[in-house]
């Protein structure tokens, strides 16, 4: 996300949480509101460290809401039976990463309504702390925090529920139009012209809002045009998904691939396969077995005069779990898998022995040799 990796926090009901850098600049500018803008103009002849402490504290529990709220989608998606990769926060808020997509819309509409509960249910969770302590007598200091998480989780519900994909109140309108037209790709495009329209239209009130001096609308602007691309990215990810579905990768394979041996050093390799070959990875044997897969990134790690002394085993990616498929399989199940971060290349096996390798550059091309003309966005 924004090329930068993010960090494992840890666990949340099994599902690992992870922060991207990214977070810290939204993090740093809510707190910053909350502490010198919002609560002193709410509540002045505060102390400076009250209010900061405030503005912190309330700026960890909105974010402990957002961690709940991508919590919901997931914990319904698992249910369901969809694995779930992780929780990401950055700078946008948070995101729930699913290894595939709802497979009905009654399960894309469950996934999708959770979250915009779960933020109502929180927001009815502070709204009734702030009465109870309001009512107790308590000071400001204790209650003014819950006013504000009540009336804040209330706004990210009802933003939310937008109809405009990727928002989930998007994804609630695509299960909709999913279950009317039997047709998922249809219901993508439709959703996501709608979330362009929403996103574009927040681009133009935040540049209308500045040319009249409110420079506040430009973080609101910022977010629009976001969701303004990730719709129309949606929405050809899903043109993709469509194009390989029920594609068996058997049909997309490059068969029978050379196989560097394991045992030779970096120098040969580059010699006898890169420089020589056509090639820009290979499947790596060790005593008469697949053992990974090493490719000329990997090689380009390992400093130049390291390369005769370093066997190519010692360097190869030997993670079979993750670079193994079967040929049986469709080439749409595998495609996150071949995503940037990944190897960029699967090895692909049939009754147990090496019968192909599976490249990005392969499913890239299928695609655009797709015989189906599908409309885009921007059509």
């Given amino acids: 996300m924004f090329n930068l990796p ?12 992870e922060i991207n850098p990214t ?19 709410a509540y002045p002849g505060r102390s400076s ?17 957002i961690i709940a709220h991508e919590l919901s989608h997931s914990l319904v998606a698992r249910t369901g039976g969809t694995k779930v990769r992780k929780v990401t926060l950055f700078v946008f808020g948070g995101v729930a990463e699913m290894e595939e997509e709802p497979a009905s819309p009654g399960k894309e509409f469950a996934v999708a309504i959770a979250g915009p509960v779960a933020s109502i249910v929180i927001a009815a969770v502070f709204f009734t702390a702030y009465l109870l302590l309001g009512f107790a007598g308590l000071p400001d200091i204790v209650w003014a925090p819950f006013q504000y998480l009540a009336v804040i989780n209330l706004a990210v519900a009802v933003f939310n529920l937008l109809p405009g994909f990727p928002l989930d109140g998007g994804r609630v309108l695509r299960s909709a139009l999913w279950a009317l037209t039997n047709d998922q790709l249809k219901a993508t495009l439709w959703a996501s012209r709608s979330g362009q329209f929403i996103g574009y239209t927040m681009v ?4 209308l809002g500045v ?10 602007g910022l977010i629009g045009w976001f969701i303004a691309m990730l719709a129309e990215s949606s929405y050809r990810q899903q043109v993709v998904k469509t194009t390989l579905e029920g594609v068996p990768i058997s049909s997309l394979m490059s068969s029978d691939p050379v196989i560097a041996p394991g045992s030779i050093t970096l120098d040969q390799l580059v010699e006898d396969f890169f420089l020589g070959g056509r090639h820009s990875r290979y499947p790596v044997e060790m005593d008469g077995s697949v053992v990974g897969l090493i490719s000329l990134s990997d090689v380009k790690r390992v400093p130049r005069e390291e390369w005769p002394n370093t066997q190519v085993f010692d360097v190869a990616d030997r993670d079979l779990e993750r670079l193994l498929v079967d040929a049986n399989e469709s080439a749409e199940a595998v495609f996150s898998r071949l995503a940037a971060q990944e190897p960029g290349a699967l090895l692909v096996a049939k009754d147990g022995r090496l019968v192909g390798i599976l490249t990005r550059a392969d499913v890239v091309s299928r695609v655009k040799r797709a015989s189906i003309q599908t409309p885009t966005p921007s059509d």
């Fill in 6 to 17: 993010s960090f494992r926090l840890g666990r949340l009901f099994g599902i690992p949480l």
């Fill in 23 to 41: 977070w810290l600049i939204i993090f740093v500018l809510v707190a910053t509101s909350l502490s010198f803008s919002y609560f002193p103009t």
């Fill in 49 to 65: 460290l009250v209010n900061v402490t405030s503005g912190v504290i309330t700026a960890l529990l909105f974010f402990a809401s």
């Fill in 204 to 207: 133009a009130g935040a540049v």
């Fill in 211 to 220: 040319l009249m001096g409110t420079l506040d609308l430009i973080w609101f």
